[in-house]
C-alpha cells in the first residue's frame, strides 16, 4: 500500500514563529504536493513539485515555502507564522505517468493552530 | 472563473440509496475525481471519470457528462462507515486539479 506520512498530526505554535511541516511518500511519486483545507472551502493548493529540486507555486503560496531535496520529502515552511495560516494541511502525492489516472494518496493531515 | 459546486450536506437512512452531485464550470476537462473523506482522516481516492457515462464500483457508481458539466456519485445499500464527506474535483486544461468544498453525508439508522 502507498504510504504518505505526515511528521506531526497536531501543531500549536505562536505568531510569528518558523514552522516545518514535513511529508515523506514510499512509493517512488513523483509528483508531490501540499495543500490546506478549511471549513467550507475546497482543497487549496499551496505548492507541489514535480521532481526533486523542482518546486511550482499553487494558488495560495503567499507566506509558504517548500523544499524537495529527495524525491521521497516535501516539506513546507511557514516562515514566520500567523493566525491566518490556522488550518488543516494535507500532504499528497501521485505518479507522474501517462497510464495512471493521476489519482492523489494523502496523508493523514497536519492540523496547526497558530497563536 | 473555475467552480466546482456539490451539496453542502446530505442525510440517508441506513440501507438506502443516496446521489451526492456535482456540477462543474473549468477551463478544459482532463478527467474528474471523486474522494472520501472521513472526519479527521487524510481523503482516499474512489472513482475517476473521463468518458461520459457510469463507472461501478461494488456499492459506489460515479456518472459523468462532459456536455452538461455534471456528475454523480451514487452509493448503494449505504452503511454506517459510509457516513463521511465526498469531494469531488476536476482536471483542468493545465492538468490541475479543482476542488468542491465538498459534501458531507450523515447515514441514520
Known amino acids: 500500500d502507498v504510504k504518505v506520512t505526515q511528521s506531526s498530526r497536531y501543531l500549536v505554535k505562536r505568531t510569528g514563529e518558523k514552522v516545518f511541516l514535513e511529508c515523506v511518500q514510499d512509493?517512488?511519486?513523483?509528483?508531490m504536493f501540499w495543500y490546506r483545507q478549511d471549513p467550507g472551502l475546497g482543497l487549496r493548493l499551496i505548492y507541489f513539485?514535480?521532481?526533486?529540486?523542482?518546486?511550482e507555486k499553487g494558488d495560495i503560496p503567499e507566506g509558504y515555502s517548500v523544499s524537495r531535496e529527495k524525491k521521497e520529502r516535501f516539506s513546507l515552511i511557514l516562515e514566520s507564522a500567523s493566525t491566518n495560516q490556522t488550518s488543516m494541511y494535507l500532504c499528497?502525492?501521485?505518479?507522474?505517468?501517462?497510464?495512471?489516472?493521476?489519482?492523489?494518496?494523502f496523508g493523514e493531515g497536519s492540523r496547526l493552530t497558530v497563536l | 472563473g473555475q467552480n466546482i459546486d456539490q451539496p453542502t450536506e446530505m442525510t440517508a437512512t441506513e440501507g438506502a440509496i443516496v446521489q451526492i452531485n456535482c456540477t462543474y464550470q473549468?477551463?478544459?476537462?482532463?478527467?474528474l475525481f471523486w474522494y472520501q473523506q472521513h472526519a479527521g482522516e487524510a481523503p482516499t481516492f474512489l472513482s475517476y471519470?473521463?468518458l461520459d457515462g457510469l463507472e461501478e464500483k461494488g456499492r459506489f457508481s460515479s456518472f459523468l457528462s462532459r456536455s452538461k458539466g455534471y456528475s454523480y456519485l451514487l452509493l448503494k445499500e449505504l452503511q454506517m462507515k459510509d457516513s463521511a464527506s465526498y469531494l469531488c474535483?476536476?482536471?483542468?486544461?493545465?492538468?490541475?486539479?479543482?476542488w468542491g468544498a465538498g459534501t458531507k453525508l450523515i447515514i441514520k439508522p
Open positions: 499528497a502525492s501521485s505518479f507522474a505517468s501517462d497510464s495512471h489516472t493521476g489519482e492523489l494518496f
Open positions: 512509493m517512488d511519486h513523483e509528483n
Open positions: 513539485s514535480y521532481d526533486v529540486k523542482m518546486k
Open positions: 473549468t477551463s478544459g476537462f482532463n478527467g
Open positions: 471519470n473521463v
Open positions: 474535483a476536476v482536471r483542468d486544461s493545465n492538468y490541475q486539479l479543482i
